[in-house]
């Protein structure tokens, strides 16, 4: 019997399982003690590239197991852990360990889920996966959708979908001719400026439109832009409307929104990226009132779902405006199904032809958890936030500024009447710089009614109470010193 040679990239089993089991004892270890490391190394770009070596392309190949060892090391001590208790900057959420075997088991398939030929289960799972997230967020299972990198290409994916629909029916083939504009609120997020120039509006389209007192979008104000550009022969075809803005977790008056969007027949969007799960909490549903009249809905199951990055989704009421917008069919793709069955193409749903299987992690989380537990993981995540704002407000050298969904914004106000605010703005600067480069809490900033703020944003399940607490400890030491310093400077 002849002999099947092997490629060189070949891991044999017997390595391939003691090289594999090496590694989950390492990142089980890794993970078990996560919280007693440094959430940053902080470490100069110049440190790490020491670290990781500048050498050229090797002539010649490692051993398999060398090179895990290597990888490990650099990673677990040389990586800023958003998955560390006191990580709270930005929206980044402590990744699910289920989701790191996920993305293991996803990869040694490996399936194209552009085309369901290409993919057929994992096409199916994908399937499913879009269902139990708009079931999760309380819209119709009926809404389609797709899996893509985060919230930019979420929102990107969802805006295009918006033009195809409310544009000329020619703007496939001439382009864009009419001077569309866009509606949204001064706290929504920068991707919209960015689609705005990327396909072909440009940044003058964008209404910027004022917020009220508790930072939502004035819809009066939108109600008035909407017909002043009308009567100058401007087309309106989008609002954003935001679920969690990235600075401090409102969410804008969707109901009203969406009346006026079917009012004026333009497609209403709701960027929920971070927010959108809260939905599923009773004592947050009324934020939510509106959100099943959106045409579209954008959502991250790697910001407050916990899935690894990367992990985003759009949800659209009718998934023909995907199919209309994206859909191409050149003659050397044979996607056709044997069965004449009708089967879903995901090339056909957003900008991707090759994609990886994102929603394994996210599937295989969704039921590990199931609603119950995640209602209380979120639920948690809003009560720590609380109790965040809440010893803040009893402190006389910290200023609670705000709190909604699980995002509170504070500023050190130190006792010595140094109360300018310019001062205060430079000062909490300080401290925030000082916070992420110290390894014992990370934080990021908000510019909250001109007073630049710390910003703990709790999507993790490792945070306790005690750490909490141990915010405001921190931040009363790390103030102290940045006022001593800028003093002296």
Same mark, same amino acid.
């Given at each position: 019997?002849?002999?099947?040679? %092997?490629?060189?990239?070949?891991? $044999?089993?017997? @390595?391939? !399982?003691?090289?594999?089991?090496?590694?989950?004892? =390492?990142?089980?270890?890794?993970?078990?003690?996560?919280?007693?490391? +440094?959430?940053?190394?902080?470490?100069?770009?110049?440190?790490?590239?020491?670290?990781?070596?500048?050498? !050229?392309?090797?002539?010649?190949?490692?051993?398999?197991?060398?090179?895990? !060892?290597?990888?490990?090391?650099?990673?677990?001590?040389?990586?800023?852990?958003?998955?560390?208790?006191?990580?709270?900057?930005?929206?980044?959420?402590?990744?699910?360990?289920?989701?790191?075997?996920?993305?293991?088991?996803?990869?040694?398939?490996?399936?194209?889920?552009?085309?369901?030929?290409?993919?057929?289960?994992?096409?199916?799972?994908?399937?499913?996966?879009?269902?139990? #997230?708009?079931?999760?967020?309380?819209?119709?299972?009926?809404?389609?959708?797709? #899996?893509?990198?985060?919230?930019?290409? /979420?929102?990107?994916? /969802?805006?295009?979908?918006?033009?195809?629909?409310?544009? +000329?029916?020619?703007?496939?083939? $001439?382009?864009?001719?009419?001077?569309?504009?866009?509606? &949204?609120?001064?706290?929504?997020?920068?991707?919209?400026?960015?689609?705005?120039?990327?396909?072909?509006?440009?940044?003058?389209?964008? !209404?910027?439109?004022?917020?009220?007192?508790?930072?939502?979008?004035?819809?009066?104000?939108?109600?008035?832009?909407?017909?002043?550009?009308?009567?100058?022969?401007?087309?309106?075809?989008?609002?954003?409307?935001?679920?969690?803005?990235?600075?401090?977790?409102?969410?804008?008056?969707?109901? %009203?929104?969406?009346?006026?969007?079917?009012?004026?027949?333009?497609?209403?969007?709701?960027?929920?990226?971070?927010? /959108?799960? /809260?939905?599923?909490?009773?004592?947050?549903?009324?934020?939510? @009132?509106?959100?099943? =009249?959106?045409?579209?809905?954008?959502?991250?199951?790697?910001?407050?779902?916990?899935? +690894? #990055?990367?992990?985003? &989704?759009?949800?659209?009421?009718?998934?023909?405006?995907?199919?209309?917008?994206?859909?191409?069919?050149?003659?050397?793709?044979?996607?056709?199904?044997?069965?004449?069955?009708?089967?879903?193409?995901?090339?056909?749903?957003?900008?991707?032809?090759?994609?990886?299987?994102?929603?394994?992690?996210?599937?295989?989380?969704?039921?590990?958890?199931?609603?119950?537990?995640?209602?209380?993981?979120?639920?948690?995540?809003?009560?720590?936030? %609380?109790?965040?704002?809440?010893?803040?407000?009893?402190?006389?050298?910290?200023?609670?500024?705000?709190?909604?969904?699980?995002?509170?914004?504070?500023?050190?106000?130190?006792? $010595?009447?140094?109360?300018?605010?310019?001062?205060?703005?430079?000062?909490?600067?300080?401290?925030?710089?000082?916070?992420?480069?110290?390894?014992?809490?990370?934080?990021?900033?908000?510019?909250?009614? @001109?007073?630049?703020?710390?910003?703990? &944003?709790?999507?993790?399940?490792?945070?306790?109470? =005690?750490?909490? =607490?141990?915010?405001?400890?921190?931040?009363?030491?790390?103030?102290?010193?940045?006022? #001593?310093?800028?003093?002296?400077?």
């Amino acid at each position: 019997m002849t002999k099947i040679r %092997k490629s060189s990239i070949e891991i $044999d089993k017997e @390595e391939f !399982r003691k090289v594999g089991y090496e590694l989950i004892d =390492k990142i089980s270890d890794f993970i078990e003690g996560i919280n007693k490391r +440094p959430v940053n190394p902080n470490e100069k770009p110049s440190q790490i590239l020491s670290k990781l070596g500048n050498s !050229r392309l090797p002539q010649n190949g490692m051993p398999v197991n060398d090179i895990i !060892r290597k990888a490990t090391d650099l990673l677990f001590n040389h990586s800023l852990l958003n998955g560390h208790p006191k990580f709270m900057g930005y929206i980044t959420s402590s990744a699910a360990p289920i989701g790191a075997l996920a993305d293991l088991l996803a990869a040694a398939v490996n399936p194209n889920v552009g085309a369901h030929i290409l993919s057929p289960m994992a096409t199916e799972i994908e399937k499913q996966t879009i269902q139990w #997230l708009a079931e999760f967020i309380g819209v119709s299972p009926n809404y389609g959708g797709i #899996l893509v990198s985060g919230g930019n290409m /979420a929102n990107f994916t /969802a805006f295009l979908a918006a033009r195809t629909a409310k544009a +000329p029916k020619s703007v496939k083939e $001439d382009g864009i001719t009419d001077k569309l504009t866009i509606y &949204c609120s001064e706290a929504t997020h920068t991707w919209i400026e960015k689609a705005a120039i990327l396909f072909g509006l440009g940044s003058k389209a964008v !209404r910027w439109i004022s917020t009220d007192h508790a930072n939502r979008m004035d819809t009066e104000a939108l109600e008035t832009a909407i017909l002043n550009d009308t009567i100058n022969n401007y087309k309106p075809f989008i609002v954003v409307g935001t679920a969690g803005d990235v600075s401090t977790g409102v969410v804008d008056k969707l109901d %009203k929104i969406a009346v006026i969007c079917k009012n004026h027949n333009l497609w209403f969007h709701i960027d929920g990226a971070y927010g /959108a799960p /809260a939905a599923i909490i009773p004592e947050q549903q009324h934020l939510f @009132e509106g959100i099943s =009249k959106a045409d579209s809905i954008a959502l991250d199951p790697h910001k407050w779902l916990y899935s +690894p #990055l990367e992990a985003g &989704c759009t949800l659209v009421k009718n998934p023909q405006h995907l199919i209309d917008t994206f859909s191409s069919h050149p003659e050397y793709y044979n996607f056709s199904n044997p069965e004449n069955e009708i089967a879903q193409n995901f090339y056909e749903y957003g900008l991707q032809n090759s994609r990886g299987f994102r929603a394994l992690k996210v599937w295989m989380t969704l039921q590990q958890m199931g609603l119950s537990g995640y209602q209380k993981l979120i639920g948690e995540d809003i009560q720590l936030s %609380k109790m965040l704002f809440d010893l803040a407000n009893k402190e006389n050298e910290i200023e609670a500024v705000s709190q909604n969904l699980s995002i509170t914004t504070f500023r050190y106000t130190p006792s $010595d009447n140094s109360q300018n605010e310019e001062y205060l703005n430079k000062l909490n600067e300080e401290i925030l710089n000082q916070l992420q480069a110290g390894g014992e809490l990370f934080l990021s900033n908000a510019l909250v009614k @001109e007073k630049y703020c710390l910003r703990a &944003c709790i999507v993790n399940f490792r945070t306790s109470e =005690k750490d909490i =607490k141990e915010i405001i400890e921190i931040v009363l030491k790390e103030g102290k010193i940045a006022h #001593l310093k800028l003093a002296y400077t």
